[in-house]
């Protein structure tokens, strides 16, 4: 299976807002609503911030939504804070009831 | 709150089997439902989806691993373990345990680096 599509990068000022997009396929994006997103700060683990596509877990301020079209999956960052910077990445349920997930993409607040 | 840590040696040499246990505290590994998965990021690079085992003990791997990979559970420990053989180097990563519910992994370890190294 091949990992999902993301930008290696996106940058934004405070306060402004960013897209970083996902790209699948029918097999996995396409095809389920088990889309979520993941935060990551240098030496730490992945934290949930979005699952089936734009629910958030308590606790995730609502500048963070997601959002699906066909196999593109999307999360935006509404309102960009400093301890925004960091790693996401986002994954999907596919159709061999595996997981996969995207590429990665660095967030850059300048 | 739900806690998982991952334990095993860090160090493996290559062609040997890398052996990690998750154990799983302030919840029941038996709740019909949760998966439980094992997921890794080699240093300075992206994640990559591992494997998963449910309370029927059904089991999914990803296909590039799958000759490779085994996870099992061991509910009288509370704990869920991966073994991946036959390693070189390039299975040198981080690895994480995790949750599973809803289509997503909402409870992670922390990570153990494992390195595969003669």
């Known amino acids: 299976q091949s990992a999902l599509t993301q930008p290696a990068s996106v940058s934004g000022s405070p306060g402004q807002s960013i897209t970083i997009s996902c790209t699948g396929s029918?097999?996995?994006?396409?095809?389920?609503?088990?889309v979520s997103w993941f935060q990551q700060h240098p030496g730490k683990a992945p934290k949930l911030i979005i699952s089936?596509?734009?629910i958030r877990p308590s606790g995730v301020p609502d500048r963070f939504s997601g959002s699906k079209s066909g196999s593109t999956a999307s999360l935006t960052i509404s309102g960009l804070q400093a301890e925004d910077e960091a790693d996401y990445y986002c994954?999907?349920?596919?159709?061999?009831?595996?997981?996969?997930f995207g590429t990665g993409t660095k967030v850059t607040v300048l | 709150q739900l806690q998982l840590q991952e334990s095993g040696p860090g160090l493996v040499k290559p062609s040997e089997t890398l052996s990690l246990t998750c154990s799983v505290s302030?919840?029941?590994?038996?709740?019909?439902?949760?998966?439980w998965g094992w997921i890794r990021q080699p240093p300075g690079k992206g994640l990559e989806w591992i494997g998963s085992i449910c309370y029927s003990g059904d089991t999914y791997y990803n296909p590039s691993l799958k000759s490779r990979v085994t996870i099992s559970v061991d509910t009288s420990k509370n704990q869920f373990s991966l073994k991946l053989n036959s390693v070189t180097a390039a299975d040198t990563a981080i690895f994480y345990c995790?949750?599973?519910?809803?289509?997503?992994?909402?409870?992670w370890g922390q990570g153990t680096l494992v390195t595969v190294s003669s």
């Open positions: 302030d919840g029941s590994i038996s709740n019909i439902n949760y998966c």
């Open positions: 029918s097999s996995d994006i396409g095809g389920y609503n088990y």
């Open positions: 994954s999907s349920f596919t159709n061999s009831f595996t997981y996969v």
């Open positions: 089936e596509v734009n």
């Open positions: 995790a949750r599973m519910q809803m289509g997503t992994h909402d409870y």
